[in-house]
């Protein structure tokens, strides 16, 4: 066979831009979908661009939608590798995000109309019923499925550097049979990807997330195909080393991010990260964060709405829920939009509506005054609390209604706040 004629350039190596995949592997409860958006998050900050969930999961990548800023793209069956391919498309092209959850990528290999149903399709339509048959094209019938299989990969791997893709990838205990001095042994392999070795080949880094870990990837496991399938290159051990023990966090996604538009080695992240908030009172405290953080009405807006979930499971009378929780949350949404109006004049400044009328949201925040300066516990608190009191007292409400149920339950303050009512 003749070697065909080719020239070739070399040049001297130089960092460059490089692709980022980041695989995130391990069974439920390990934290993936956190962790991708909290990943996301730091490499949004580096390389800007939208957000965006691919999520074959019906609905779970809507959980953290009151504490991040994403697109969601619900994916149902079939999740053949085209039709992953078809989604990736309508992401980059439509919705023009670069930094893509996929969620679960593990579908495409044991879904609705995925790998393994693929192949079966072809065995129907190549032997049907007749067993002797199927087993004889059993390989062949594979043909068709892997090829869709590289086609989605060449696909994603031709965005190159414009998409971040972030996997998260289903993972079951294994065990293999092999032979050793004649006689047949199990070998424990451990928790291992649902997804065709290409996938996690082309990760650029693959944490393994066991169960309960919160985010904490496991980088030492004990099995031997735990091993294998967990990837961290050697740019990339001083990094993870740096906050062992540690969730994957925004600082990390940032590292990555910067490594990725050139930089040489990536730096290392010591800073301790928050573990995934899993009560409602750390979910909302969350989401209160979240709302602080918006830069426009609009942005607010879309973020009160992210949060209504959170806000139906705070306010649901059969949980018996805190109902300082939903007050708390939804006060930072009051105080948060009362900013973004016209004249808006913060209260410490003196802020009060003309005509003598006193606005819901000043009452609102006079009444949390009263409860803060009460609970502080010493003479100058209680002056200032007396002090909100009386002008909350004055008659000039609007209504009553809207102010937060717990500043009633206070004995000092209750009786003079139902007078009130009463007068007005």
């Known amino acids: 066979m003749k070697v065909p004629e080719r020239t070739f350039e070399t040049v001297k190596a130089e960092p460059g831009t490089r692709p980022l995949w980041i695989g ?32 074959t999961e019906s609905g779970r990548g809507k959980h953290y939608a009151e504490m991040f800023d994403y697109q969601y793209t619900a994916f149902p069956p079939p999740h053949g590798s085209l039709d992953y391919q078809a989604a990736i498309d309508h992401a980059v092209k439509v919705n023009k995000s670069s930094i893509i959850i ?21 065995l129907d339509r190549m032997a049907g019923d007749d067993w002797k048959k199927r087993d004889a094209v059993a390989m062949l019938a594979w043909t068709k499925p892997k090829a869709a299989r590289k086609q989605l990969l060449r696909s994603m791997l031709a965005h190159g550097t414009s998409v971040v893709f972030i996997l998260c990838f289903r993972a079951d205990e294994s065990s293999k049979p092999v032979k050793k001095g004649g006689k047949t042994e199990v070998i424990q392999m451990g928790f291992m990807p649902i997804a065709g070795k290409g996938f996690v080949y082309e990760c650029t880094v693959c944490a393994l997330l066991m169960p309960g870990a919160n985010g904490v990837p496991t980088w030492n496991p004990e099995n ?10 050697e ?55 979240f709302l602080m953080r918006a ?7 879309k973020r009160w709405k992210n949060a209504k979930p959170l806000c139906d499971e705070l306010r649901d009378p059969v949980a018996q829920v805190d109902p300082h ?11 948060c939009a009362a900013k973004f109006r016209p004249g808006f004049v913060p ?22 005054r009263v409860e803060t300066h009460l609970m502080a516990e010493n003479d100058g608190s209680k ?37 009130a009512m009463e007068e007005g």
Not at 28 to 50: C, D, H, N
């Open 383 to 419: 002056s200032k609390a007396e002090l909100a009191l009386s002008e909350l007292t004055s008659g000039k409400v609007q209504t009553f209604a809207a102010l937060p149920l717990y500043i009633f339950d206070h004995n000092e303050i209750s009786g003079k706040l139902i007078a």
């Open 325 to 335: 929780l939903y007050a708390d949350l939804k006060k930072v949404y009051d105080e």
């Open 24 to 55: 995130l592997m391990g069974p439920s409860g390990g934290g993936k979908t956190f962790s991708a958006l909290r990943l996301a998050v730091g490499i949004q900050s580096v390389i800007g661009g939208q957000i965006e969930i691919i999520d």
């Open 235 to 289: 740019q990339f051990k001083e990094m993870f080393a740096e906050s062992e023990g540690k969730p994957m966090s925004e600082e990390h996604g940032v590292a990555l991010a910067k490594w990725s538009l050139g930089g040489s080695k990536a730096a290392p992240v010591a800073k301790q990260a928050e573990k995934p908030p899993q009560t409602l009172a750390e979910r909302a405290k969350a989401a209160e964060g």
């Open 102 to 122: 996929i969620d679960s990528a593990s579908h495409e290999h044991e879904g609705d109309g995925g790998m393994i149903e693929s192949h079966e399709r072809e």
């Open 347 to 368: 209260p410490e400044a003196g802020g009060e509506p003309p005509d003598g009328a006193m606005s819901i949201e000043y009452a609102k925040d006079l009444a949390n």
């Open 295 to 301: 830069t426009s009405s609009e942005a607010l807006e």
């Open 224 to 233: 031997v195909g735990e091993k294998m399938m967990k990837k961290l290159p």
